[in-house]
T-cell receptor, first 112, second 114 residues
């Protein structure tokens, strides 16, 4: 399984765009990049997944450069409710089955 | 849909006792997982079941056993609990949608071993 490296913590003011970068130098050809969000005392929740270039959904964007050795999760105009831990995962998908490793994540604190 | 349910929500065990953590999903997902999360840490995969009838070890399987009872249910058993197994245990199931694969997590079981 590919190892990921992300900042331990970040602070942001409400209304700003937040970019969290993840490094995954040993990503394999068949690996996907997935981001999850976790609030205290809850299980993680899926945010976004991509393989290459850019993926956007209703809550976030994921930017993946051509070499795929890193990725950036972009959260537009964060609010206090976005305060959470964000995990970057790298691993293969196979018919819905994912064997991935959660690192320690990035603790995002949104400040009023 | 209830999604992924876990029982119990809380449990206190004495060293050496055994127990089974139950997990069920009603989303017809093929794959299911058990993770543990220690304070301030990320999740670590204990066991997973890619499909009904198969189970495999994850990153930290020692001290645990699992049973994929049917497509809905995936249980985790601690045969002889140790203080090092004090943790929050999350069950998850996954599906491949048209654009991505996604894991759905249960609310967790908070286990303390004294």
């Amino acid at each position: 399984l590919a190892k990921t490296t992300q900042p331990i913590s970040m602070d942001s003011y409400e209304g700003q765009e937040v970019n969290i970068t993840c490094s995954h130098n040993n990503i394999a050809t068949n690996d996907y990049i997935t981001w999850y969000q976790q609030f205290p005392s809850q299980g993680p929740r899926f945010i976004i997944q991509g393989y290459k270039t850019k993926v956007t959904n209703e809550v976030a964007s994921l930017f993946i450069p051509a070499d795929r050795k890193s990725s950036t999760l972009s959260l537009p105009r964060v609010s206090l409710s976005d305060t959470a831990v964000y995990y970057c995962l790298v691993g293969p998908n196979s018919g819905g089955y994912q064997k991935v490793t959660f690192g320690t994540g990035t603790k995002l604190q949104v400040i009023p | 849909n209830a999604g992924v349910t876990q029982t119990p929500k809380f449990q206190v065990l004495k060293t050496g006792q055994s127990m089974t953590l139950q997990c069920a999903q009603d989303m017809n997902h093929n794959s299911m997982y058990w993770y543990r999360q220690d304070p301030g840490m990320g999740l670590r995969l204990i066991y997973y079941s890619a499909s009904e009838g198969t189970t495999d070890k994850g990153e930290v399987p020692n001290g645990y056993n699992v049973s994929r009872l049917n497509k809905r249910e995936f249980s985790l058993r601690l045969e002889s609990a140790a203080p090092s197994q004090t943790s929050v245990y999350f069950c998850a199931s996954s599906v491949r949608a048209s654009s991505h694969s996604e894991q759905y997590f249960g609310p967790g079981t908070r286990l303390t071993v004294t």
